[in-house]
Antibody, heavy 122, light 111 residues
Framework: QVQLQESGPGLVKPSQTLSLTCTVS?????????WSWIRHHPGKGLEWIGH???????YYNPSLKSRVTISVDTSKNQFFLEVSSVTAADTAVYFC???????????????WGQGTLVTVSS | QSALTQPASVSGSPGQSITISCTGT?????????VSWYQQHAGKAPKLMIY???HRPSGVSNRFSGSKSGNTASLTISGLQAEDEADYYC???????????FGGGTKLTVL
């Protein structure tokens, strides 16, 4: 079955760019799903960051849109997250997930990766 | 503060039933049948348990059920088992900016 795995630095300095990779295995990324990033702040709820279709079409959470870029490399079956100008508020566990669409909108996520903790600190 | 409101914790004894609520607005939970529920054991990936309010993915126990009334969705777990102890999150499509919002999560303790 499809599995997702996040990778990337666990520590990023303030004002720098956070960069993560999600590798998809057990299935092709060029299918009718939206490949998504979601984060979990310590002690708080989950926050949807954005998603990308294999064609490169993206949709971002408006609260993060100015700092977020999601891209895809279908040849490597990977998609990527960049968050610029990070602060301590970006410290979170970052998950990648496969988003399913109904009536043109993403409505649930399955499966998810294990998540990776990214700490923003000098 | 999360967009959807869940109780911080619930508990129950083995064999009992518990219900976790998820309260939103008419722009999300109340307006669409796009509520989903996720189970997350400590250090593990979240797992989809319910989608479209009340549908169970293949492989999910029928002890898990979902429902909705007005702006509040609910996840009911019957016949509680020790393995059900986990954090549970609800989510919903929202017409506000057309994306997905999540609840703050509920910690289920099996006594």
């Amino acid at each position: 079955q499809v599995q997702l795995q996040e990778s990337g630095p666990g520590l990023v300095k303030p004002s720098q760019t956070l960069s993560l990779t999600c590798t998809v295995s057990g299935g092709s990324i060029d299918t009718g799903f939206q490949w998504s990033w979601i984060r979990h702040h310590p002690g708080k709820g989950l926050e949807w960051i954005g998603h990308i279709y294999y064609t490169g079409s993206t949709y971002y959470n408006p609260s993060l849109k100015s700092r977020v870029t999601i891209s895809v490399d279908t040849s490597k079956n990977q998609f990527f997250l960049e968050v610029s100008s990070v602060t301590a508020a970006d410290t979170a566990v970052y998950f990648c997930a496969r988003g399913s669409m109904v009536q043109g909108v993403v409505v649930w996520f399955d499966p998810w990766g294990q998540g990776t903790l990214v700490t923003v600190s000098s | 503060q999360s967009a959807l409101t869940q109780p911080a914790s619930v508990s129950g004894s083995p064999g009992q039933s518990i219900t976790i609520s998820c309260t939103g607005t008419s722009s999300d939970v109340g307006g669409y049948n796009f509520v989903s529920w996720y189970q997350q054991h400590a250090g593990k990936a979240p797992k989809l348990m319910i989608y479209d309010v009340s549908h169970r993915p293949s492989g999910v126990s029928n002890r898990f059920s979902g429902s909705k009334s007005g702006n509040t969705a609910s996840l009911t777990i019957s016949g509680l088992q020790a393995e059900d102890e986990a954090d549970y999150y609800c989510s919903s499509y929202t017409s506000t900016n057309s994306h997905v919002v999540f609840g703050g999560g509920t910690k289920l303790t099996v006594l």
